[in-house]
């Protein structure tokens, strides 16, 4: 019964910053590799970060040096830091959980806008 919950989504203007979090439940959650993925309205799923349980990072590129993963094991916790937001950052963003199989969020809402 794994449970993956995202929150933090909202509408900011370009250059604002928000911060997702994912709480997880029902796992290990130190025995997971996490992260995040983001879904556009009429595009495919992307990738975005991910982090290993050893706490080792990856970042698509259009997002590196902007956005931040990290976890917190002992809050069963992971976030995106998200800065310096631009207009094709809007999507809808997952979090995922990924031991033997991969786990999904609902997700959140994230609208950068004018």
């Known amino acids: 019964q794994v449970q993956l919950v995202e929150s933090g989504g909202g509408l900011v203007q370009p250059g604002e910053s928000l911060r997702l979090s994912c709480a997880a439940s029902?796992?290990?959650?130190?025995?997971?590799?996490m992260g995040w993925y983001r879904q556009a309205p009429g595009k495919q799923r992307e990738w975005v970060a991910s982090?290993?349980?050893?706490?080792?990072?990856r970042y698509l590129d259009s997002v590196k040096g902007r956005f931040t993963i990290s976890r917190d094991n002992a809050k069963n916790t992971q976030y995106l830091q998200m800065n310096s937001l631009k207009p094709e950052d809007t999507a809808v963003y997952y979090c995922t959980a990924t031991y033997w199989r991969a786990y999904w969020g609902q997700g959140t809402q994230v609208t950068v806008s004018s």
């Open positions: 029902g796992m290990i959650f130190s025995n997971y590799n």
């Open positions: 982090i290993s349980t050893g706490g080792s990072t």
